[in-house]
T-cell receptor
Framework: GQNIDQPTEMTATEGAIVQINCTYQ??????LFWYQQHAGEAPTFLSY??LDGLEEKGRFSSFLSRSKGYSYLLLKELQMKDSASYLC??????????WGAGTKLIIKP | ETGVTQTPRHLVMGMTNKKSLKCEQH?????MYWYKQSAKKPLELMFV???????ENNSVPSRFSPECPNSSHLFLHLHTLQPEDSALYLC??????????????FGPGTRLTVL
């Protein structure tokens, strides 16, 4: 079966750095997405990786290793507004999005 | 504001009621999706429409009935629901059906409670 694993919850301190991991086992691979979802709001697109390596977008970076079936989202200089759930999703060989259950990130002052 | 709106934002209904959820996208996209989001579970894809035609129906019970009158509007008609159907129902749209690395844009969801 297809599976996406990410931690259920993480806690970090304002101003610090946090890394949210995602491992996947899917039928084929056509890219990996990260979305951010604040409580009661729409998931919003953060990043898309299809090639190995690190992609940086301001305070957020996303890394992919296809051989290891692994990705992480790196958040730097954490702010209170970064408290949200972070969803990992993989596009499989049929271009279907397979979703993880999300990681709830709690930022403490 | 993602360009995708959903109404109502909250809905409480009894098991014998009939209600409808509405989604509208203002992005000029061709594909629209219904998802179910339950606490601590992955998003479950329910239905996909591309150019108003249904292209996916992921074994969803018949008490959920989608309707897509045009590429900008999507409805989910609900009848005789069960308490386990209580969840956040998310609508999304994308440029194409996903035959490529399409980014999906989500609405804020309808929080449904079935009593």
């Amino acid at each position: 079966g297809q599976n996406i694993d990410q931690p259920t919850e993480m806690t970090a301190t304002e101003g610090a750095i946090v890394q949210i991991n995602c491992t996947y086992q899917t039928s084929g691979f056509n890219g990996l997405f990260w979305y951010q979802q604040h409580a009661g709001e729409a998931p919003t697109f953060l990043s898309y990786n299809v090639l190995d390596g690190l992609e940086e977008k301001g305070r957020f970076s996303s890394f992919l290793s296809r051989s290891k079936g692994y990705s992480y989202l790196l958040l730097k200089e954490l702010q209170m507004k970064d408290s949200a759930s972070y969803l990992c999703a993989v596009l499989d060989s049929n271009y279907q999005l397979i979703w993880g259950a999300g990681t709830k990130l709690i930022i403490k002052p | 504001e993602t360009g995708v709106t959903q109404t109502p934002r909250h809905l409480v209904m009894g098991m014998t009621n009939k209600k409808s959820l509405k989604c509208e996208q203002h992005l000029g996209h061709n594909a629209m999706y219904w998802y179910k989001q339950s606490a601590k579970k992955p998003l479950e894809l329910m239905f996909v429409y591309n150019f108003k035609e249904q292209t996916e129906n992921n074994s969803v019970p018949s008490r959920f009935s989608p309707e897509c009158p045009n590429s900008s509007h999507l409805f989910l008609h609900l009848h005789t629901l069960q308490p386990e159907d209580s969840a956040l129902y998310l609508c999304a749209s994308s440029q194409d059906t996903g035959r490529g690395p399409d980014t999906q844009y989500f609405g804020p969801g309808t929080r449904l409670t079935v009593l």
